[in-house]
């Protein structure tokens, strides 16, 4: 009987071991590859906020933290303050997500949890993925020849029939700071629903098997082990909506009705920072540039700001739950 050839310089052997050693190496070279694009992207975000420091040094430089708590923008004195559009920016992103959020997060439910066949929620849910493809100048544009129109007479009974509420306490205009958190929802509603959408798609089938098994109703499912299972995505979702929203320009500009004040009703026009930005650079000398690019590096601080305080939350969440 013919002996099976099994020394280490067999060709079946040599083949499977160069096999696994270009396994290997291209692991090596993925793994390096992803980290020098995950450092390119970190490096890219430190080389924009330098950028923008150095632009506005000389505001950070003149005004200093009193730039944060002044409401005076004049660009003729060279005296700026940006507090009314912090308050703006805030604001409208927080009437965002309470309408956004709650809707989001129904829809997502409705489109993962096969409440209707897969021919009807799949062709909803490539719906809703393009509504965020849509341009925001056009969003800006809807707003102000259609939902403006179509709110005013809400505006109006809110005005009469609530006004003793300082939310609602002075006259109904069309663009103001509920126009513009209205529109915002619309705009990150998408992003919201996708996502979480995603989440929940998924996660584990025997999450759903397990809770059913042990008796738990559709909706005790939903919320005692899916949400909580999908938290991490959904927090996600929610502050990427947020940045979107806090970031917002065209839409911003042309809705938010563009006045330097703060004022408690919601009814009354305001500004954000990236509306203030977008009327106003195209037309500015060197000192109100380095104001403007102040402004936008406090935004960007609001923004990581919101995403630390996310990432706290997931973390804290997840400790709990281990």
Do not use: C
């Not at 099976?4 to 291209?26: F, G, K, M």
């Not at 505001?59 to 700026?80: C, E, H, K, M």
């Not at 809770?211 to 996600?236: D, K, N, Y």
């Amino acid at each position: 009987m013919a002996m099976i050839n099994t020394s280490p310089e067999s060709p079946d052997v040599a083949a499977i071991e160069a096999r696994r050693n270009l396994r290997y190496y291209l692991d090596q070279l993925f793994y390096f590859l992803t980290m020098a694009f995950a450092i390119a992207i970190a490096l890219v975000l430190v080389w924009i906020v330098v950028q923008i420091g150095l632009t506005a040094l000389p505001a950070i430089t003149r005004f200093g933290f009193s730039f944060l708590t002044t409401t005076t923008w004049d660009p003729v004195q060279n005296i700026y303050g940006v507090l009314p559009q912090i308050y703006g920016t805030i604001v409208t992103a927080i009437i965002a997500l309470v309408v956004a959020v709650p809707l989001g997060l129904g829809i997502a439910i409705f489109l993962s949890e096969d409440f209707l066949p897969p021919y009807i929620t799949t062709p909803i849910a490539f719906a809703i993925e393009l509504l965020a493809a849509i341009p925001s100048v056009v969003i800006g544009l809807w707003g102000i020849f259609v939902l403006i129109p179509f709110l005013r007479p809400f505006y109006a009974f809110l005005y009469e029939y609530l006004g003793w509420i300082p939310l609602f306490g002075t006259s109904p205009r069309g663009n103001s700071i509920l126009t513009l958190g209205l529109v915002l929802a619309f705009m990150i509603l998408p992003l919201i629903t996708s996502i979480s959408r995603g989440t929940l798609i998924s996660l584990p089938p025997h999450l759903r098997q397990g809770a059913m098994a042990l008796g738990a109703t559709r909706w005790e499912t939903i919320l005692r082990v899916l949400m909580p299972a999908g938290f991490s995505g959904i927090v996600g979702s929610i502050m990427l909506a947020l940045g979107r929203a806090m970031g917002e320009t065209m839409a911003a500009a042309m809705l938010v009705g563009n006045s330097n004040r703060i004022s408690i009703s919601l009814l009354d026009p305001g500004s954000t920072i990236a509306s203030l930005i977008a009327a106003q650079f195209g037309e500015a000398g060197r000192d109100q540039v380095a104001a403007l690019l102040y402004a936008g590096l406090v935004l960007m601080i609001l923004t990581l700001i919101v995403n630390i305080l996310a990432e706290m939350i997931i973390q804290k969440f997840q400790n709990v739950e281990r």
